[in-house]
């Protein structure tokens, strides 16, 4: 019975692992064109000592 329940537990795990891939791969953001990317700021060149107007998740 042991062995059977591992057997069912790791098609189970096996199961959800493939759905979750599936789903990353239906979903996938679009690539960000180059001009793009090079014209967006970036969060390196920010400041940290510059902490005035900052709020992590949107939190004020």
Do not use: W
Request: negative net charge; hydrophobic residues 45%; aromatic residues 4%.
């Amino acid at each position: 019975m042991k062995s059977r329940n591992t057997l069912l537990f790791g098609s189970a795990l096996l199961a959800a692992t493939v759905a979750v891939i599936a789903d990353h791969q239906a979903n996938a953001p679009a690539e960000i064109p180059e001009a793009a990317r090079a014209s967006a700021p970036s969060s390196e060149s920010a400041s940290q000592d510059d902490d005035e107007g900052y709020a992590p998740c949107g939190a004020i």
